[in-house]
């Protein structure tokens, strides 16, 4: 049991939870632009009552669109975990807590706070969203990917040894 709780990384864990909280941001920010003309047109509130069904059907997709990037970044963190030796049980623990934070725990808060239509940069052009879910997407693979976060992990799984 103790050399099972050796395998945990911190730094991994850590910096892969962003990543894949930039990720689940990223693909619902894109998730936007799926029916952009009736989500944001002049009679926005007129829509949300006469065209419920379309509203929630498109919040749905906005939502299961966070989910694939769920998946997507769980993916990328396990393909380099597995490439760079890391237990594989690091990736599973982030998965399963941004999976319950996301769904369960959170989603109410953080889609009143974060996850409205632009976010805090209250973008409302598509060009906008296109941008700010692509840049989020980047940076969520450059936590993941880059050559300098993946010699500073392993500079944690060095020294603990």
Same mark, same amino acid.
């Given at each position: 049991?103790?050399?099972?709780?050796?395998?945990?990384?911190?730094?991994?864990?850590?910096?892969?939870?962003?990543?894949?909280?930039?990720?689940?941001?990223?693909?619902?920010? !894109? @998730? $936007? &632009?799926?029916?952009?003309?009736? +989500?944001? #047109?002049?009679?926005?509130?007129?829509?949300?009552?006469?065209?419920?069904?379309?509203?929630?059907?498109?919040?749905?997709?906005?939502?299961?669109?966070?989910?694939?990037?769920?998946?997507?970044?769980?993916?990328?963190?396990?393909?380099?975990?597995?490439?760079?030796?890391?237990?594989?049980?690091?990736?599973?623990?982030?998965?399963? !807590? @941004? $999976? &319950?934070?996301?769904?369960?725990? +959170?989603? #109410?808060?953080?889609?009143?706070?974060?996850?409205?239509?632009?976010?805090?940069?209250?973008?409302?052009?598509?060009?906008?969203?296109?941008?700010?879910?692509?840049?989020?997407?980047?940076?969520?693979?450059?936590?993941?990917?880059?050559?300098?976060?993946?010699?500073?992990?392993?500079?944690?799984?060095?020294?603990?040894?």
């Amino acid at each position: 049991m103790r050399r099972f709780f050796s395998n945990f990384n911190a730094r991994l864990m850590i910096i892969h939870s962003i990543a894949f909280c930039l990720f689940i941001w990223g693909f619902e920010t !894109l @998730a $936007f &632009l799926h029916d952009y003309d009736f +989500l944001f #047109s002049v009679a926005q509130h007129i829509n949300r009552i006469t065209f419920r069904d379309q509203f929630n059907a498109d919040l749905e997709f906005i939502v299961q669109a966070g989910n694939i990037g769920l998946l997507v970044a769980y993916v990328s963190s396990w393909v380099v975990s597995n490439k760079r030796n890391w237990h594989w049980v690091n990736s599973v623990i982030i998965f399963v !807590l @941004a $999976f &319950l934070l996301k769904n369960f725990l +959170l989603s #109410s808060f953080l889609d009143k706070t974060f996850l409205t239509p632009g976010g805090p940069f209250k973008i409302y052009s598509i060009s906008g969203h296109l941008l700010l879910g692509i840049a989020l997407i980047a940076l969520g693979s450059l936590l993941i990917f880059f050559k300098r976060i993946i010699r500073f992990i392993d500079a944690a799984r060095k020294t603990a040894k």
